[in-house]
């Protein structure tokens, strides 16, 4: 999915997903964020976690959002900083070949890691052929969006 360069390079929000029901979720978020016009980040719809490392030159800040598959309700939002094992643990209904945590360490090796580094998942209830989102996920990815605008703009005030 095309991605969208905004004011500013040194924070990036990703969000991962597919065409696959609520493994969308990431990429809708990228949506509802570019509607923000104060929002000073780069925002990209990746479909695999790698595709990461080519938005980290000169990024101090980077946010990921993903689907995942806990056995929380739908629609429920987990949040990790990294370096957190339970990130390695996240898993979704994509065919992502190489996961999230894996790529922060591959990052990290390269010496691309980003200072700050926050994860979001959000609980997904359908990951198949649907063209849109379930009502649990679409109702949570509003509550994801306030949680995302209030990670960035904590940071910057930090």
């Not at 990209?44 to 929380?72: F, K, M, N, W």
């Not at 957190?84 to 894996?102: A, P």
Request: charged share 25%.
């Amino acid at each position: 999915m095309k991605e969208k360069s905004q004011k500013s390079l040194n924070t990036v929000i990703a969000g991962l997903g597919s065409w696959q029901g609520d493994d969308q979720a990431g990429w809708r978020l990228i949506e509802l964020l570019r509607k923000c016009a104060s929002l000073r980040a780069q925002l990209v719809a990746l479909q695999e976690p790698t595709e990461l490392i080519t938005y980290l030159d000169g990024c101090h800040r980077l946010v990921i959002v993903d689907a995942c598959l806990s056995g929380a309700a739908p629609g429920s939002i987990f949040r990790f900083r990294w370096p957190d094992v339970r990130i390695d643990q996240l898993r979704s209904e994509s065919s992502h070949s190489f996961g999230i945590g894996s790529t922060l360490h591959l990052s990290e090796r390269l010496g691309k890691l980003p200072q700050q580094v926050v994860v979001f998942g959000i609980e997904v209830e359908a990951c198949h052929c649907l063209w849109k989102l379930t009502s649990a996920v679409e109702h949570g990815l509003h509550r994801l969006k306030r949680r995302v605008l209030r990670e960035v703009s904590e940071a910057v005030h930090a």
